[in-house]
């Protein structure tokens, strides 16, 4: 016999059962649904699109004067007129004349730029083209050319000097075998170029004519710590003047000898006529009157005697450049002196009589 309660309570409990399954099954399908399920996709990155908008804007601008550059002032040359007009009027300035070897061979130093250095000097009596005070016109040599004035070149300022746009700069020598300027180490090697000595022209080709000067030393170099610095001149162009050839006088310097009582014994008043080199010329040259005042009246200096070239015995008064502190009166007033000056001892003394 069935009993009612039972099978209502196994009814129920089968109908549990089922849910569950039913509840189960859903979840089962879910987890599967949801593995199942893809990636999202990642989201897109996109680049916002730029557009270009053409504008035109109008800008008014000020006009604004611009100053001109400066033009950087130029430093203006030096002014040499006046060095210019002391050569024009001085011995290197004015080296032409007929009677001053106006030809190829002594132009070495009176014209450098007319120089041929293949000229020589010719046979006497024409051994140079120059015309002698006696010659009534122009000794033609074989072995040298005439040289027109207006061909002759001179002494310029090229020929001492590196010239820059006209202007004189330094100091140098113009060889005119190469054209090109030779260094000088002072103005003395310079003046040497041509001043060098006192020989005459020799058949052999030697450095032109006599220069009447005697460069046996140079001033006062021997006299070192017996006059103060200021009067040592050292250089040529310390008593010459480069460019009109002046030269100072020993009193322009030593300002006291003429008026001194110790100064020539105090015998300046007699001596007047007599240069400082007369008495203190260290060369061994002859002293007496400038031969060239033929009567007698020049002024005494040293004097050049030699046989010329024609056999003549010449003299010449001579600058001399070798000078002695000390001084020897009888160089003059010795015995039986042409001039019939007064005997004296190298001292200055009377002699006594014997």
């Known amino acids: 016999m069935k009993v009612p309660g039972i099978k209502q309570t196994t009814q129920g409990r089968n109908g549990r059962h089922r849910w569950l399954i039913l509840a189960v099954s859903i979840t089962a399908m879910l987890v599967i649904l949801t593995g199942c399920?893809?990636?999202?996709?990642?989201?897109?990155?996109?680049?916002?699109?730029?557009?270009?908008?053409?504008?035109?804007?109008?800008?008014?601008?000020?006009?604004?004067?611009?100053?001109?550059?400066?033009?950087?002032?130029s430093t203006p040359p030096p002014?040499?007129?006046?060095?210019?007009?002391?050569?024009?009027?001085?011995?290197?300035?004015?080296?032409?004349?007929?009677?001053?070897?106006?030809?190829?061979?002594?132009?070495?130093?009176?014209?450098?730029?007319?120089?041929?250095p293949e000229s020589t000097t010719d046979a006497s009596p024409n051994c140079v083209t120059c015309k002698f005070p006696q010659d009534p016109e122009v000794r033609q040599a074989t072995t040298m050319a005439f040289v027109a004035e207006e061909d002759w070149a001179g002494i310029s300022c090229e020929t001492c000097h590196i010239m820059e746009d006209g202007i004189a700069t330094d100091v140098a020598w113009l060889n005119a075998l190469t054209g090109e300027y030779e260094e000088v180490a002072?103005?003395?090697?310079?003046?040497?170029?041509?001043?060098?000595?006192?020989?005459?022209?020799q058949a052999s080709g030697g450095r032109g004519v006599t220069h009447a000067i005697s460069l046996g030393g140079s001033a006062h170099l021997n006299w070192a710590g017996a006059l103060p610095q200021a009067h040592r001149p050292s250089l040529c162009t310390d008593c010459h003047n480069p460019m009109s050839g002046e030269a100072m006088g020993c009193s322009d310097?030593?300002?006291?000898?003429?008026?001194?009582?110790?100064?020539?014994?105090?015998?300046?008043?007699?001596?007047?006529?007599?240069?400082?080199?007369?008495?203190?010329?260290?060369?061994?040259?002859?002293?007496?009157?400038?031969?060239?005042?033929?009567?007698?009246?020049?002024?005494?200096?040293?004097?050049l005697t030699e046989v010329s070239r024609s056999g003549a015995l010449t003299s010449t008064a001579i600058v001399s450049h070798s000078v002695k502190?000390?001084?020897?009166?009888?160089?003059?007033?010795?015995?039986?002196?042409?001039?019939?000056?007064?005997?004296?001892t190298a001292t200055g003394e009377v002699p006594e009589e014997e």
Not at 42 to 53: F, H
Not at 186 to 201: F, I, M, P, R, Y
């Open 37 to 73: 399920q893809s990636e999202p996709p990642a989201p897109v990155q996109t680049t916002p699109e730029i557009q270009y908008v053409n504008v035109e804007v109008e800008v008014v601008v000020t006009a604004t004067s611009v100053p001109p550059t400066p033009t950087p002032e």
């Open 186 to 201: 002072t103005s003395n090697e310079l003046c040497a170029k041509c001043h060098a000595d006192t020989q005459g022209v």
């Open 253 to 303: 310097c030593h300002t006291d000898v003429l008026t001194s009582d110790e100064h020539m014994k105090g015998m300046n008043a007699l001596h007047t006529n007599v240069t400082c080199q007369a008495c203190h010329d260290a060369s061994g040259a002859d002293v007496g009157p400038d031969p060239a005042v033929e009567d007698g009246s020049g002024m005494w200096m040293p004097v």
């Open 325 to 344: 502190w000390e001084v020897a009166c009888d160089r003059c007033h010795f015995a039986e002196n042409p001039w019939e000056l007064t005997v004296l």
């Open 79 to 116: 002014d040499q007129s006046e060095y210019h007009t002391a050569w024009e009027n001085g011995v290197h300035g004015s080296t032409y004349g007929l009677g001053k070897g106006p030809n190829t061979y002594c132009s070495r130093c009176h014209s450098p730029q007319n120089w041929d």
